[in-house]
Structure formats: structure tokens, C-alpha cells
């Protein structure tokens, strides 16, 4: 039974170095996490833009190089008739 002189003596005291200690490392956590959510962001972006730029490039290496279609066309009344492919 405590003391009636004395009440605050059962009383833990507060570890304020502990609190400091978890709240600089939760800051840390937090900071390492938006610098690798910023990193991956840049890299996705970067490979999404190179894929864009590579799809706008012709695959042939020159204009001189256009294919030529294995079949002439037909016109049919006014209209292109092509051959459906299988």
C-alpha cells in the first residue's frame, strides 16, 4: 500500500529518450521510404518514355524501303476490295 505522504511514488516515470529514439526512427522509415517511391516513380517514367520514343521511330531504315503489297489492288465500284487474310 503506498504512502499518503508519497503518491506518486508507484507511478513509472516517462522515458522520453525512448519516445525521441522512436520518433527520429519512424521519420528515418519515412524518409527512405518517399526517396524509394521517388527513385521508382523517375526509373518507370524514364523506361515508359524510351518505350514511347522508340515506338514513334519506322522500323524500316529508310523511306526508299516501303513494302510493296504482294497483290495489286482492286477497285470495285468505286471501292478498294482487299484480299482477307487468314
Known amino acids: ?25 519512424q521519420v528515418l522509415v519515412l524518409l527512405a521510404l518517399s526517396a524509394a517511391v521517388i ?11 524510351a518505350e514511347f520514343t522508340a515506338a514513334g521511330k519506322p522500323a524500316l531504315s529508310g523511306p526508299a524501303q516501303q513494302p510493296q503489297p504482294s497483290e495489286p489492288v482492286q477497285i470495285v465500284k468505286g471501292q478498294k476490295v482487299c484480299p482477307r487474310k487468314v
Open 1 to 25: 500500500m503506498p504512502s499518503p505522504d508519497n503518491p506518486n511514488r508507484n507511478k513509472p516515470a516517462i522515458g522520453w529518450l525512448g519516445i525521441v529514439e522512436t520518433l527520429l526512427l
Open 39 to 49: 527513385r521508382y516513380v523517375n526509373w518507370s517514367s524514364d523506361a515508359a518514355r
